[in-house]
């Protein structure tokens, strides 16, 4: 099925994530396409997905998502969420068929904007071993020095954040830039891939904690330019609606959600 097939302007976009990381692509894809209705999905049953084996997300992902679109049959999926993405976008393709749009580290763009040739990824633990890292930076940073580092700790702190309260660790901006700038080869590096969806959401926190003026890069300016571009044919309704939020995990626990999910024009969570 071609997204030029697909008529109904009231099918959704599916944007999906283990918590509220998804809310960073979806903010740039309300400002692409802000009339298309959204499903808002968190996975929060399996989060968080940076502590979980390749194996687990790879089987879960696809499972979850052909659920997903049998119940709330979207125009488009995405897996806003580098993690799943690195480790089961193709599984996910496999066995969907509607067009999936996947996140990966913003390696290409950070290499193009680097004058010292060091960049940083920052992601989750699992992200940051993947060999899809290996292949981008091979194919798009081969003259650049890659560091990596995994931070799970900023995961949950932006959780908190979006639910209003303390986060457990709230140095973890610093300790994650620290983990990068201290490796060696880090007192020279210039650019910092975002590569896991919550941490743009992070990014004043991210600013202030820098040691030094760095430049912050993501991706979800172009996955939601990919989405305007596979659904160019798409009939929308006339005005943006309140979009639908569901977990995975029990609604009641993401109440203290529900402001922030708001100032992303989504509704209360419900179960899926
Ligand atoms: N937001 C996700 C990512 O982009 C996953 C975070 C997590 O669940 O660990 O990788």
Same mark, same amino acid.
């Given at each position: 099925?071609?997204?030029q097939?697909i008529?109904?302007?009231a099918?959704?976009?599916l ?7 998804g809310?960073?692509?979806?903010a740039?894809?309300r400002?692409?396409l802000?009339c298309?209705p959204i499903v808002?999905?968190?996975?929060s049953?399996?989060y968080p997905?940076?502590?979980c084996?390749e ?9 979850l998502l ?7 049959r979207?125009?488009?999926a995405?897996?806003?969420c580098n993690?799943a993405?690195?480790?089961?976008l193709?599984?996910?393709r496999e ?5 999936v749009?996947g ?6 763009p950070?290499?193009c ?5 060091v960049i ?17 930076a091979?194919?798009f940073?081969h003259?650049?020095?890659v560091?990596?580092?995994?931070a ?5 702190f932006?959780?908190?954040?979006l *639910?209003?309260m303390?986060p457990? /660790?709230? =140095?973890a901006p #610093? %300790?994650?830039l620290h ?6 080869g @880090?007192?020279?590096?210039?650019t910092?891939?975002?590569a896991c969806?919550h941490f743009?959401l992070?990014?004043d ?5 820098a040691?030094r003026?760095?430049?912050f ?6 996955i ?10 798409q ?8 979009g *639908?939020?569901v977990?995975t995990g /029990?609604p =009641?626990?993401? #109440? %203290?959600?529900e402001p922030g999910l708001?100032r992303?024009?989504? @509704?209360?969570?419900?179960a899926?």
């Open positions: 099925m071609t997204c097939q008529q109904d302007n099918a959704p976009i944007v999906f994530d283990s918590g509220v990381g809310l960073s692509v979806l740039a894809i400002q692409q802000p298309a808002f999905a968190m996975d049953a399996a997905y940076g502590q084996d194996t687990t997300l790879t089987t879960r992902v696809p499972a052909g659920r997903m679109v049998e119940r709330y979207p125009c488009l995405v897996i806003a993690t993405s690195t480790i089961a193709s599984a996910v066995v969907l068929a509607i067009p749009v996140t990966v580290p913003a390696i290409k950070a290499a904007l680097s004058a010292t040739r940083g990824v920052l992601g989750t633990a699992a992200t940051v071993r993947q060999s899809y890292v290996d292949d981008l091979e194919r940073a003259d650049c020095r560091l990596r580092y995994g799970p700790d900023l995961v949950d932006v959780e908190a954040e *639910r209003g303390a457990a /660790d709230p =140095e #610093a %300790a994650a983990g990068l700038l201290a490796q060696p @880090g007192d020279t590096l210039d910092v891939v975002l969806t743009p992070a990014i926190a991210l600013r202030a904690a040691p003026p760095l430049s890069i993501d991706g979800a300016e172009g939601a330019r990919r989405c305007a571009s596979l659904l160019a044919g009939h929308w309704p006339a005005a943006p609606s309140i *639908r939020t977990t /029990d =009641e626990r993401c #109440a %203290a959600l708001a992303f024009g989504l @509704g209360p969570v419900a899926f």
